[in-house]
């Protein structure tokens, strides 16, 4: 078992693991979205797949010009292990969702509105349980995501979306359409439409079936459409049409009490647009040159643009600016006689859609007449804003996903119009832009009971106008309506609405909520809380809302999210049990706080002097060289087994053989036909040998099973079967000594059947099995070796030998180191000693073939050993005694000696990594362009281009191709990390800062984000030092104390309380706050030392007063990662040979590591005050990730802080790329020299 047990400014790189060989959400939209239909999409190995739609229920309810369309969809996940999954709806234009249900415990559950932090939270803590919560997010564009966990191996998960939509218009008739394409064949599949609310019979316009029929109600009020398939494959689209007058089509729906919400689809009486004349003589083209923009996207903007210039005779001049992670200078075109433009499309041509989104920083052209935006809307770098264009500005969207309110906005605002070119042929959309169509001028409320009205963006409503409302108490009112063009109303149009024929389907009111919403997400930052609120109301997902769904009772009190209606008696123990729970959140809060000042305390002691810089080794060195060696066994044993077994495990399903947190068998079962009920199976090793004598348990299930457990064991065949057992539940489990014990496989024996287990044994790896110790004796012999730098032995060396705590003047022997260079000495345990040794009072028989001068370095190499022979033990204690001694070398030439810091080379094994590295500068981008044809689908194709890119002294290049990471995602807070510590580690803090701050709003819960957050600012301010801007500086360690005290002070960040509890009993972020205690009190410092004084500075007083002590040392190694169910440890082998890990936090020459993670997001650290020279080592042992959505591989960094905390810190540091589970890594050496040390205090 581990036992759970720190560094100025860290600039971290982070990756979460699916950066290596997983997608982001837009990759698997493009990759397996190819019809209209749900998609469950799940990622692994490097491939998106989709799990199979195995039955489909679909029904609607269709009242007026109003629908909701329900899908109920069941996913069959067809391989052998358990999933994550993401569903996927595309929905049509101007649709809502009112619904959303998942299947726990074989019921659909209703979702309920949570705030998006507090789901988030809640989602992940309860799948590290392998529980069923289920989250519906809000994503920009028309699409609806659910996150599904778990989809058990060869199981089935049933989810369940509702939306409501207006109807389409056309020639006085309302059609509901509903897309079919594109659907596999079904085991399953239901339809179910009631159409209410016509003055005559619908009619089946396009039957897809060829035998549906329309059935009239029982009650005479409308028909009904019903039919059930089997093994079946829809094809076509369903089109029923319902006729309609001139009348305005309302529809009421009660949304409270004395309250209602109103949608009216109306016609003005005018021409759905008005045509105008577009004759601009200059035109700008905003080209958003960024990954997102596909080449379908390209292919329609191009085609648009062409025929735009064509029908557009009085354009001069075009300016082109291409915008992505930066704008380019903007090129203007002239036209050139009869070839126009044609220099301007070549150009477009040679675009290279590559890096993120700066659409925020858009800076409109002077002088020009017209704006021609060309983009998705989406911005991946900046926080929300909005550029003012002072030209009429038409937003083209290119992608089918994108931002539609804010490209629609900036259109509107500046008197342009936004076109959709994904959804709109290239003729229509030159027909649009060049209409004007009419619009709500004014919208008269005479009585004041109407709230503000609305108009509703659709397509679909031919010459008809869609508008929304509300509307409190119950009589009757007139709405007057005045329509036109531009500011001037042409138009009237008198509503009666009338609270009385109100409905209750509701569907008037989620429109209202929709359109509402999406008015104040123009600005989502300012209506943050009215948008939550109202989607809470509603039960809409919002950008800041998520729906969810919980499996029992404990977890709607645990998180204090009541359950839905449907669970009414759920419900009523939820609010009765709600009153008697009653968190003592103010007490825990004081106590974690105490903690966090009691550990700095406890680290502050490893700075005492009983801690010096030698002391004894172990009396067994740590092998590193074996651990090595042991470790890349493991890995090829596995890859060999995968290779050579014809149904071995993939390895993104197999456990880590080195993994801790599970036992490393991975069985494959089955129940075969028998004549007796039996269990049976064999073993086998890494490597597919059998493993004999492994001891097999089968234990009964208390309850369920009569007799007493059986235990057997395997012959040399690695064959076991018990037989003559009673039908009923069981567990079965393995264990052999050296060899990792599995962990229970239940089963159930039913009929005659065999139940068969085959599976495999993992050897405890070699290092896993060293312990280290040290005798407990009184008497000591001390040896040791005096070297010159060259590594060579120096004879005659004086050594002073003193006591320490007496007199140096009277209580010091004087050695001298032998022909070899050795010296001894005899000591006592209970003593600790001072050694110096003086370089230039040799005596005058030196070797003459030892190059030696005042300018070497002597340092000496403590190979301590302990002489057991005449030795005795401690009377009357156990307790460790140990001989302790500390080494000072005189170094008087005044050399500084400074440590180096020797990287161990890595970098990325993919073939396209050699491929770029082989090219020339002037053909390495074209090349990279080569290659993402092929790897580009991976996010870590751009994270390993970027460096290498960066590393060859390109960093515009490298920048851009970094950003590619934010496009891959449409709404990701890891890839978002990951960027913004690469952008530091490059030195651009400026961009990294802003993108920090969208992580703090994204992950209020992450105390990390904040802490990276602020060593950026406090790098910041010694760069303003450096150019001696004080107050800029002032600003910046401002800044970094106020997001370092945060993140130790209230580290949940802005959740609710309740939530804040949750977060103090996680065992992911123990550890955290002593980091970062530490790095706070080295901001503090600096910015003393450079301003004279931090309290003005500091926005926590007992935070600062809390802290006692300097933060300053020697040695700080820190390593960190991005996938928080990663469990992967920091080793530090020390000059003196003893290893530094979870198993050994305290070392003997005062090395101290802080707690052990086996999730979360780290960092793990090792911290030593006062080093012994010589060399450190540092490894990383990966054990693996729990992420089923994941392959297991991770990208983490180690950071080397030497004399942190002072004037003079320096740092190194090296991200590496784990590949295999239980690969141990030497990551970089550390070399401390030997150098005069000042007194304590001094």
């Known amino acids: 078992m581990k036992v759970h047990g720190i560094a100025r400014f860290v600039l971290p790189f982070l990756s979460l693991a699916w950066l290596l060989s997983g997608f982001t959400l837009l990759a698997q939209i493009q990759a397996v979205d190819t019809g209209p239909g749900p998609r469950l999409v799940s990622h692994d ?52 969702v009112s619904g959303y249900a998942l299947d726990v415990n074989g019921q659909l559950v209703d979702g309920v509105m949570v705030e998006k932090h507090q789901a988030r939270i809640a989602f992940e803590r309860e799948s590290r349980r392998k529980v069923d919560p289920g989250i519906a997010e809000w994503v920009d564009g028309n699409v609806f995501r659910t996150r599904v966990y778990p989809i058990p191996e060869f199981g089935t998960r049933t989810i369940r979306l509702r939306y409501v939509h207006p109807l389409y218009l056309k020639e006085q008739r309302l059609y509901y359409r509903l897309p079919l394409e594109g659907y596999p064949r079904l085991g399953r599949f239901a339809l ?24 009239a109600l029982a009650d005479g009020k409308g028909y009904r459409i019903h039919k059930v398939f089997e093994r079946f494959q829809p094809k076509k689209e369903l089109v029923v049409g319902c006729p309609v007058g001139s009348d305005p089509l309302i529809s009421l729906a009660e949304i409270g009490p004395n309250e209602y919400a109103f949608a009216a689809a109306v016609s003005p009486g005018l021409t759905s647009a008005r045509t105008i004349d577009l004759a601009p003589k200059r035109v700008a083209i905003y080209w958003d040159g960024s990954l997102s923009v596909t080449e379908a996207g390209q292919a329609r903007a191009q085609a648009f643009l062409e025929a735009f210039m064509r029908g557009m005779p009085t354009v001069e001049q075009v300016d082109l600016v291409v915008f992505r992670d930066v704008h380019e200078p903007v090129r203007s075109f002239r036209r050139r006689g009869h070839r126009g433009f044609a220099d301007l499309f070549a150009a477009l041509k040679r675009i ?77 959309a030159l027909a649009q832009m060049k209409r004007r169509p009419f619009r709500l001028v004014k919208a008269e409320l005479p009585d004041g009971r109407i709230g503000e009205v609305l108009p509703v963006p659709t397509d679909g409503l ?34 009666d609405l009338k609270p009385e024929t109100a409905t209750q389907d509701g569907f008037a009111g989620q429109i209202w909520a929709q359109r509402q919403m999406r008015e104040w997400m123009v600005f989502p930052d300012r209506n943050r809380e009215k948008i939550v609120a109202l989607s809470q109301r509603f039960g809409q997902v919002s950008p800041f809302t998520t729906a969810m769904v919980f499996e029992d009772l404990s977890q709607y009190l645990e998180y204090q999210v009541e359950p839905p209606a449907m669970l009414a008696d759920m419900r009523a123990q939820y609010r009765a049990s709600l009153k008697e729970t009653k968190h003592e959140f103010d007490e825990q809060v004081a106590e974690y706080r105490e903690d966090v000042f009691d550990s700095y305390e406890y680290v502050q002691e490893h700075r005492s002097d009983e801690y010096p810089l030698e002391t004894l080794k172990p009396e067994k060195r740590f092998d590193w060289r074996a651990a090595l060696e042991a470790a890349q066994a493991f890995i090829d044993a596995g890859d060999e087994e995968v290779g050579d077994t014809e149904d071995a495990e993939s390895p993104s399903s197999t456990p880590s053989p080195g993994s ?72 079965l489990s393995f264990e052999k000594e050296e060899y990792h014990n599995a962990s229970k496989q239940p089963f159930t024996l039913v009929g005659d059947r065999t139940f068969r287990c085959d599976a495999h044994m993992w050897k405890i790896p070699y290092y896993e099995q060293i312990k280290m110790t040290f005798e407990t004796k009184e008497h000591v012999e001390i040896t040791g070796t005096v070297l010159a730098k060259d590594g060579t032995t120096l004879p005659g060396a004086q050594l002073k030998i003193t006591e320490k705590g007496q007199d140096p003047g009277t209580a010091t022997r004087t050695i001298s180191s032998d022909a070899d260079g050795r010296f001894r000495f005899s000591g006592s345990s209970a003593k600790t000693y001072h050694i110096e040794v003086d370089h230039r009072s040799f005596p005058g028989a030196i070797p003459t073939s030892i190059d030696y001068s005042d300018e070497s370095t002597i340092k000496i190499i403590m190979d301590w050993t302990l002489h057991l022979e005449a030795m005795a033990a401690v009377s009357g204690s156990d307790q460790l005694m140990q001989a302790v001694v500390e080494t000072i070398v005189s170094n008087e030439s005044g050399d500084e000696g400074g440590s180096t810091v020797t990287l161990v080379p890595w970098d990325a094994k993919v073939s396209y990594v050699a491929e770029l590295a082989a090219l020339t500068p002037d053909r390495r981008y074209a090349g990279y362009l080569a290659l993402r044809q092929k790897h580009g689908r991976s996010p870590a194709f751009f994270l390993d281009c970027a460096r290498s890119f960066f590393r060859e002294g390109e960093p515009v290049l490298g920048r851009r191709i970094l950003s590619n990471l934010l496009e891959l995602g449409l709404e990701d807070a890891q890839s978002m990390r990951v960027t913004a510590g690469v952008l530091v580690e490059q030195g651009l803090l400026e961009d990294a800062e802003g993108l920090y701050l969208r992580l703090i709003e994204l992950r209020p819960e992450w105390p990390q984000v904040k802490r990276e957050y602020a060593l950026v600012h406090a790098s910041m301010a010694d760069q303003a030092l450096e150019r001696g801007e004080r107050a800029m500086a002032q600003r910046h360690f401002r800044l970094a104390l106020q ?107 005062g090395g101290l590591m ?48 030497r004399d942190f905390g002072r004037a003079t810190e320096r740092r190194e540091t090296q991200t590496i790329r784990l590949e295999h589970a239980d690969e141990l890594r030497e990551v970089l050496d550390v070399e401390i020299p030997a150098v005069e040390r000042s007194p304590k205090g001094s």
């Open 1154 to 1201: 802080t707690a052990d993670l086996t999730e979360g997001l780290g960092p793990e650290g090792y911290v030593l005050f006062r080093a012994m020279p010589g060399t450190y080592k540092v490894f990383v042992q990966y054990y693996g990730s729990n992420n089923t959505a994941l392959t297991g591989h991770a990208t983490c960094t180690v950071t080397v802080v």
């Open 352 to 428: 290279e859609q590559d890096g993120g989104t700066d659409f925020f920083g858009l800076t409109p052209v002077p002088e020009a007449d017209l704006g021609l935006l060309v983009s998705d809307g989406r911005d991946t770098l900046n926080g929300p804003g909005q550029p003012l264009f002072d030209h009429p500005l038409y937003a083209l969207k290119t992608e089918r996903l994108g931002q539609n309110e804010t490209m629609r906005y900036l259109a509107e605002e500046s008197g342009g119009a936004f076109i959709d070119l994904s959804a709109t042929k290239t003729e229509a």
């Open 462 to 495: 031919e010459n008809r106008a869609l508008v929304t409302g509300t509307l409190t108490g119950s009589h009757p009112t007139r709405l007057v309506l005045r329509y036109g063009f531009g500011t001037s109303a042409e138009r009237q149009i008198e509503l």
């Open 192 to 215: 179910d439409l009631s159409i209410e609310g016509f003055p005559a019979k619908p009619t089946l316009t396009r039957d897809p079936f060829d035998g549906l029929h329309l059935q």
């Open 1043 to 1149: 997001a370092m005290g945060e993140a130790i002070w209230t580290p949940w960040g802005d959740v609710p309380d309740h939530m804040a509890l949750l977060y103090l009993e996680d065992e992911r972020f123990e550890g955290f706050s002593t980091l970062a205690a530490l790095e706070y009190q080295g901001i503090r410092q600096a910015a003393s030392r450079a301003l004279g004084s931090a309290t003005s500075l500091e926005p926590f007083a007992k935070l600062a007063t809390g802290l006692q002590g300097r933060a300053e040392g020697d040695l700080m190694v820190l390593l960190h990662w991005d996938d928080p169910t990663a469990d992967m440890d920091l080793w530090v082998v020390e000059a003196s040979g003893e290893l530094a890990n979870w198993e050994n936090e305290e070392t003997r020459i």
């Open 45 to 96: 190995e490097g491939t998106t797949t989709a799990a199979r739609l195995l039955d489909l229920d679909i029904s609607a309810r269709i009242h007026g010009f109003l629908a909701e369309t329900t899908l109920t969809c069941t996913f069959f996940n067809e391989r052998d292990l358990e999933i994550e999954g993401e569903f996927l709806v595309p929905l049509p234009e101007g649709a809502t």
């Open 660 to 731: 801790r947190k599970s036992a490393d068998t991975f069985p494959v079962v089955a129940m075969v036909p028998s004549d007796k009920p039996s269990v049976r199976g064999t073993l086998r090793d890494a490597r597919g040998q059998p493993v004999a004598g492994v001891q097999v348990t089968v234990t009964p299930v208390s309850g369920e099973s009569q007799g007493k457990p059986v235990t057997l064991t395997t012959d040399e065949q690695g064959a076991y079967e018990a037989t003559g057992l009673a039908l009923g539940r069981y567990t």
